[in-house]
């Protein structure tokens, strides 16, 4: 089976990341019920799909619509913990396009050292306890497991599986008596050709439906199917989501196939496909989503292909878990300088991390230049090591007290400050601009009771507001603003929040007839030119000897870093220079407000 192409299919952790089925929420015999009769869709043409600003998500998510409550179930899914714990180095099928057919070699893991693995992640606070391969109910004791995991307290007990052995009424019946609450199934085809072929193995289809049905029809699962997109069957993909939707299936994860296991063999010119060329069929199948009572979710989908169906762009925070299958090779790169061996750019240009791993080259060289524009301090900084030299110190904290301790670590001698409160700053400014002993430039506020107070200090610093629905009157008013106002575009964790505080920007700059500066807004977008990023080192990347740490560095990078733009962006005379928007403004608001420039 092909749990391993699932995100977090290689390494059993506790993460607080989604795993590739999705969460409704729904009671459990309204999920298994057959739906109505299936209809078929239209066809959207590249290009057709309409995408204004937040057009596909504001009234789901500020109503009380199904779809609202659909895309909010998403994201905390997306966010909830859980512990993926491997049981085989084996499987029953051959996947074409399996990425961890090199760690098959035949054996089942000791039962204690899964034992212990059950029990150690309910203790640091998972809810959910996925069981995955390998195929997992390959293991002898598999049922067993099931049952640990219910008496450790997991909320939820999933298993992701080619679904062959729940063919078996007993089997079947104990696990579910045995607190299995879920099962995903990998299915690939919606004929027999198609899928035995896709997983080397006559029959699989066959003995997998069954599987499925009797899952089904017991109406004890939540049942879902995941689907790893490629060359052989992604024309079929609405008939096989028409198909499983039929059978009474309601969750589905559409993965992207990238080149890593066996996928990347002699098999790759049969599985790699040209994602233009298919559109259609992609957005045919991403259209069933919009159905009440369907849920899919993609994984490792390129973003710039999702157009129209933004909000079902993968949850970024869960390339924590991607980096994490990695962490050894990726640590091997970082402190011996040892090419990561898929780095190549005809396997790249098909991988979802190709972005991450630019960046994280960008980042080394920017690591070791003599000189940056900014270091950004959010915390602790390194207790050794040396730093490039910087015009300015970004610092990051709650108040005065909290900033002061940063700055007397930080070496620039200018800082800028973004603070959750600026109580004292005017009485701790020197007439000559100076705070803790260094020249303030900046102070990045998202306060609308700030922002006034702030411009009124008489000091010549920068007050770089962040434009949202809460500071937008207060900008409005500033008729004509001040000097030194700055208006920036804040990046959010959770699409949410993103849509709870963004005002509709491109409308904004549209309607706002003053040239003040902008930051982290495309020129498309703001509708004038727009400050360059700032040349950046995040010192929450790095560990305490000032080493890029590839967790910290993934953890910044999906908060500030993963940024995407739309296809026709390529055609735009700013493509080169413009690093596009952040995948969140895109998962809420879509990608229908940039358009090419000259």
Avoid at 239 to 261: R, T
Avoid at 419 to 426: I, T
Avoid at 472 to 498: G, M, T
Wanted: charged share 25%.
């Amino acid at each position: 089976m092909d749990v391993a192409l699932r995100a977090h299919g290689r390494n059993a952790v506790v993460t607080a990341s989604a795993p590739s089925s999705p969460r409704s929420g729904a009671p459990l015999d309204e999920r298994a019920a057959p739906p109505n009769p299936p209809r078929r869709l239209p066809v959207l043409a590249a290009g057709a799909v309409e995408t204004s600003f937040a057009d596909f998500q504001n009234e789901a998510l500020l109503g009380d619509a199904e779809g609202g409550e659909k895309t909010l179930a998403h994201e905390a899914a997306a966010h909830e913990k859980r512990n993926w714990v491997r049981l085989s180095y084996d499987c029953n099928n051959h996947c074409t396009f399996c990425l961890d057919s090199n760690a098959h070699d035949g054996t089942m893991r000791a039962t204690q050292d899964i034992k212990v693995q059950i029990v150690e992640g309910r203790r640091r606070g998972a809810d959910r306890l996925i069981l995955s391969g390998g195929e997992p109910t390959m293991h002898p004791n598999f049922l067993d497991f099931v049952k640990l995991g219910r008496l450790a307290g997991y909320r939820k007990i999933q298993t992701v599986t080619n679904g062959r052995m729940f063919r078996y009424p007993e089997f079947l019946n104990k696990a579910a008596d045995n607190g299995l609450h879920e099962i995903t199934f990998s299915l690939h085809g919606h004929t027999a050709k198609l899928h035995d072929a896709l997983v080397g193995t006559p029959g699989a289809f066959v003995e997998e439906v069954a599987g499925l049905k009797a899952a089904l029809a017991s109406q004890r699962f939540i049942v879902n199917v995941d689907i790893v997109i490629n060359k052989q069957n992604v024309r079929h993909l609405p008939a096989m989501l028409e198909m499983f939707i039929g059978w009474g299936v309601k969750e589905f994860d559409l993965l992207h196939v990238i080149p890593f296991g066996n996928a990347w063999s002699d098999a790759r010119h049969h599985l790699f496909y040209d994602l233009d060329g298919n559109l259609e069929y992609l957005q045919q199948a991403f259209a069933y989503a919009r159905r009440p009572d369907i849920h899919i979710w993609l994984n490792r989908f390129p973003p710039p292909y999702a157009e129209g169906f933004e909000d079902l762009i993968q949850d970024p925070y869960k390339l924590n878990d991607e980096v994490r299958g990695r962490r050894e090779e990726y640590d091997r790169y970082l402190s011996l300088g040892k090419k990561l061996m898929c780095r190549e750019p005809e396997r790249c240009k098909y991988c979802y991390l190709e972005s991450l791993c630019d960046t994280l080259d960008e980042v080394i060289d920017v690591r070791k230049a003599e000189e940056v524009d900014v270091l950004r301090y959010a915390g602790e900084p390194p207790l050794a090591g040396k730093l490039p030299e910087a015009h300015a110190a970004r610092i990051v904290a709650a108040n005065l007290e909290e900033a002061a301790a940063l700055a007397a670590k930080a070496t620039p001698g200018a800082i800028e400050l973004e603070l959750a409160s600026y109580e004292g700053l005017s009485e701790a400014l020197s007439p000559e601009g100076l705070l803790f002993g260094k020249k303030l430039v900046a102070c990045y506020t998202g306060d609308p009771a700030a922002i006034e107070p702030l411009l009124g200090i008489p000091r010549s610093f920068e007050v770089r507001t962040f434009l949202t629905k809460a500071t937008e009157p207060v900008i409005r008013r500033l008729d004509p603003p001040p000097e030194n106002l700055v208006l920036v575009q804040q990046n959010y964790d959770l699409v949410s929040d993103a849509h709870a505080n963004d005002v509709d920007t491109k409308s904004f700059f549209a309607a706002y007839p003053h040239p003040v500066p902008v930051e982290n807004v495309p020129a498309c977008v703001a509708g004038r030119p727009v400050r360059p990023a700032a040349r950046t080192l995040d010192l929450a990347m790095l560990g305490t000897d000032a080493r890029i740490d590839m967790t910290a560095f993934t953890k910044r990078y999906v908060a500030d870093g993963f940024y995407t733009k739309a296809l026709r962006c390529k055609d735009c005379r700013e493509n080169t220079s413009c690093r596009g928007v952040h995948v969140n403004w895109v998962r809420a608001h879509g990608f229908g407000a940039l358009a090419p420039i000259g």
